[in-house]
């Protein structure tokens, strides 16, 4: 690639030396020319207008304006105003007024919107090849596909066309087209990106992600849209302040071996292997789980209740044009219109029970590592198997959001074929920086030039190592156990499991009255008149440790707890008062199982 390279760290120094945007803008428009792709932009902004947006934006100003003359592009589902959204579907198109919310806040940092890009149809595929303009081109090897459905936000990210570009991930979108491309894609917590101005495709499930060409530049991205959105109902605020702080070992869980699918490519089952060493040299400890029920809530997502979300965000469209669609998507939206609301609840009940399965399992481990596609596959495998070969891309993509966590793709080298290798770093709701943090690691290790364009790594900061030594161990009894209702207060503060324990047998346990919902109460009495409890000690670094106690509600308090294998450490306490009239609930042995019990 001419001119300079166009990963932020890389062009804010251009900019710093004296370069100007409008050098920028010529160069997007010469990589345009060169990659010489008519599928990836389905609508381009005009070289005359940007230029005049650059002008705009006076002198270089990085603090001002983050994103300051960043080039940038856009999924062709989300509004940029003045250009038409289409979702690949030209009778569908329309022209809206105004931005989507993530989009206006990205111009608001100074970065400067390319064109909309293409994608499956209705952002329903992992693909890329479900639209009726010309399909991109894979910008490792254009024999294979180039992933869906953000398939040209991807492309040309990894043709150095723009620094980033936006994409949604519903089922994997975020992710497949990342590892497909050899770039990183941010799939951030449900609700941490505003969705207001983006066409669903389920809305429950359905986030703005991410690509780069490098994990700091998505993750700046992320700082810069991570925002609350009272236009979207299911806006949530996000914590964006603890990328770069990881710890020295990490728990990883890993499919276990007899779990694992690659469908027979043992390319890529020897580069999974290959990141997975990587890991342990960079000092984390990998833990073995078991994938089947990840594997059901992945299926889940092409029935009942999530199809039907899909044919209801474009019910009336589809009930009068359904010849307007891809053939393929056609069919699956077509197929819902025979489902029931008793199909949509069944398919809810199944998710639910399936999470009673896993929720332990995820809260076992700080966060987990899986491949991001299992293979790859052709254009011509495609044309001869469109719906299976469309189902395995999802494998370890599909039950990420059923599942509400957020997650990463990150190169982690190039196969022994060439082909582009990459995993998934997935974290329960809220840890994103966690995640970021980890892939960051993992690129810088690769030492991989960044998507196709082949430009080096820019020089990484150096992250900030937490050391084990500053944490706080914090006993929990009752709601903040994992998978219990309030844990996630522990995880938004980057807390960790650090191990189950029982406490000594100087403890008796109370459901206390007047608690809604009901929570449990933790007294300390004569040696051996009392019982052990289970519990867990979970890890927190010292400023998280004070947010959490400062939070901590009457009658409930922090003291020492002694515990059965001869060490303590501070924890939940009840205050005697509070104890009068509760339920001795101490012969159950722990608050699970009390709950279980009750219910």
């Known amino acids: 690639m001419t001119g300079p390279a166009l990963d932020i760290s890389s062009l804010h120094a251009f900019y710093a030396d004296g370069g100007s945007a409008t050098a920028i803008i010529e160069a997007v428009f010469a990589r ?22 650059a002008a705009a934006l006076g002198s270089f100003d990085p603090v001002a304006k983050p994103l300051w003359g960043v080039p940038f592009a856009v999924k062709d589902n989300i509004d940029v105003a003045g250009m038409p959204t289409s979702a690949a579907c030209p009778d569908f198109a329309y022209m809206p007024k105004a931005d989507a919310t993530v989009v206006r806040l990205l111009k608001l940092a100074g970065a400067l919107v390319i064109g909309k890009t293409n994608l499956d149809q209705f952002a329903t595929g992992l693909v890329g090849v479900r639209t009726p303009y010309p399909v991109p081109r894979n910008a490792i090897d254009p024999a294979l596909v180039p992933g869906g459905p953000s398939s040209g936000s991807a492309v040309a990210t990894a043709q150095g066309i723009v620094s980033f570009a936006l994409g949604t991930d519903t089922a994997g979108s975020g992710r497949i087209p990342a590892g497909l491309n050899n770039i990183v894609g941010l799939k951030p917590s449900l609700g941490a990106l505003s969705t207001t101005g983006v066409i669903p495709a389920c809305r429950t499930l359905d ?12 993750w700046r991205v992320f700082e810069v849209v991570a925002r609350h959105d009272a236009t979207d109902a299911y806006s ?31 390319v890529m ?5 290959d990141a997975l060493r990587m890991l342990m040299e960079l000092g984390h400890r990998l833990v073995e789980i078991p994938f089947g029920d990840f594997y059901q809530v992945a299926n889940l997502l092409y029935e009942g209740a999530w199809v039907a979300e899909r044919y209801a965000a474009v019910k009336d469209f589809f009930d009068t044009k359904e010849a307007s ?8 939206y077509g197929g819902a219109k025979q489902l029931s609301a008793a199909d949509a609840f069944k398919g809810l ?79 329960p709701w809220g840890r994103d920086g966690l995640a970021a943090s980890l892939a960051r690691d993992i690129h810088r290790a690769s030492v991989l030039t960044l998507g196709a364009t082949g ?6 900061k150096d992250t900030t190592a937490v050391d084990e030594a500053e944490l706080i161990d914090i006993v929990v009894v009752g709601a903040h156990l994992s998978g219990m209702p309030l844990n996630a207060q522990l995880l938004a503060l980057a807390g960790r499991l650090l191990r189950t324990a029982r406490t000594s047998d100087c403890y008796r346990l109370y459901a206390l009255p007047g608690q809604i919902p009901t929570k449990p109460g933790l007294i300390r009495v004569a040696e051996a008149t009392g019982g052990e409890i289970d519990v867990e000690i979970w890890q927190l670094t010292p400023a998280a440790f004070g947010q959490f106690v400062a939070a901590i509600p009457s009658p409930l308090s922090i003291g020492t707890i002694f515990l059965s294998d001869g060490t303590s450490a501070k924890g939940f306490l009840v205050e005697a008062a509070a104890i009068a009239d509760a339920t001795d609930i101490t012969h159950y042995g722990g608050w699970r199982s009390y709950v279980a019990a009750a219910t």
């Open 32 to 53: 345009i020319a060169a990659v010489n792709d008519p599928g990836i932009f389905l609508h381009l902004a005009g070289k005359a207008n940007l230029l005049e947006q």
């Open 207 to 218: 986030c703005v992600s991410i690509f780069a060409l490098t994990v700091d530049d998505a």
């Open 236 to 266: 949530k605020t996000v914590p964006a302040d603890d990328f770069g702080r990881t710890l020295p070992t990490l728990t990883i869980g890993v499919p276990a071996k007899a779990d694992r699918l690659f469908f027979g490519d043992a």
């Open 269 to 273: 089952e020897a580069a999974y292997d």
């Open 325 to 332: 669609f891809h053939a393929i998507t056609r069919k699956i």
């Open 349 to 427: 009940y199944a998710l639910q029970a399936l999470k009673q399965n896993v929720t332990p399992l995820i809260a076992s481990v700080d966060l987990f590592c899986v491949p991001t596609a299992p293979t790859h596959y052709t254009r011509a495998d495609l044309e001869a198997e469109p719906i299976r070969e469309n189902s395995r891309l999802g494998t370890y993509t599909n039950f990420v959001n059923l599942l509400d966590l957020c997650g990463i793709a990150v190169p982690t080298g190039m196969r022994s074929d060439g082909r582009p290798a990459s995993v998934t770093l997935l974290a």
């Open 455 to 460: 430009w080096p790594q820019p020089t990484a």
